[in-house]
């Protein structure tokens, strides 16, 4: 049986991984929320690690309220650098194998091309800066990681752009989006079950790695293609980001380079409408 640790238990992704997990008898998942596990005390890590046999971690734990951390840094620090670096030592002191989710957002968004794993980065808010920083704390205190960068993550669990637009459907007969901001959505799901194929594989060809799903898609279009496959009548307007400010800026372009991952994994990544419509069909 091969343990797994997941942290950030109660948050869509870790959802996502129990759905791709109930049925494979190989592995036997533990999910910790910050009550059970908080990952911002090592001492607190390295006690957890002494009392439970752990083979795998998947940190799905993250401050992630992106324009919260502009005001919130010290906290967004705890969590996204300091727990990583606390899970990284305690995984090589226990000889266990990390896989670390993180972010588009450490990319400023200026690049004319899709974004490789070995390209320049450059954070325009505390968010991307402390999951960089993340990364940067698992590179240093850890050998045996996987760190994945994803972007515009939705499922049928919990709270993303997905069920909010369809929420808002319900009160609303218009609607604007930004239409200024290029990415790929990503069907949590389907990074769900990359990260058990490497798991179940007991793979070994760690390192940094972009997944999204396929394709390239602005707000605007993502927010068209949920009402248009959930058959859902609304008007759509976009607008440009300068008409819809927040505290943090946002990456204008942040879709990224998967080569790496599909030739080291022979994956074949679904194209994000694809995703889509299976998501929708699920709620």
């Known amino acids: 049986m091969i343990n797994v640790l997941v942290t950030g238990g109660n948050g869509q992704l870790a959802a996502c991984i129990k759905d791709v997990t109930k049925e494979i008898n190989l592995v036997k998942c533990i999910y910790t929320d910050s009550e059970d596990l908080d990952i911002t005390a090592e001492d607190k890590v390295n006690q957890y690690f002494k009392d439970n046999k752990i083979d795998w971690v998947i940190n799905c734990a993250a401050y992630t309220a992106v324009d919260k951390a502009e005001s919130e840094m010290e906290l967004a620090v705890k969590v996204n650098k300091n727990g990583a670096k606390h899970l990284a030592i305690a995984c090589k002191n226990h000889k266990a194998k990390l896989i670390h989710i993180s972010t588009d957002f450490v990319f400023d968004g200026k690049s004319s091309s899709l974004y490789k794993e070995t390209d320049e980065v450059n954070p325009l808010g505390v968010y991307g800066l402390t999951k960089l920083q993340g990364e940067q704390e698992i590179q240093n205190y850890c050998e045996e990681f996987f760190i994945f960068r994803t972007s515009w993550l939705y499922s049928e669990h919990a709270n993303n752009f997905m069920k909010t637009m369809l929420k808002l459907a319900e009160s609303r007969t218009e609607l604007k989006v ?68 927040t505290p943090a800026e946002r990456p204008k372009f942040s879709v990224m380079d998967k080569s790496k991952i599909k030739e080291t994994f022979k994956l074949e990544i679904p194209y994000w409408r694809d995703s889509l419509k299976h998501a929708i069909n699920k709620l």
């Open 178 to 245: 930004v239409a200024d901001q290029i990415g790929t959505p990503t069907y949590a799901t389907d990074l769900a079950e990359v990260m058990l194929k490497i798991i179940l594989e007991d793979n070994s060809k760690y390192g940094l790695y972009h997944y999204s799903n396929e394709g390239v898609a602005s707000w605007y279009d993502f927010a068209y293609a949920i009402f248009e496959l959930g058959k859902t009548s609304i008007h759509l307007y976009p607008i440009k980001s300068v008409e819809y400010p």
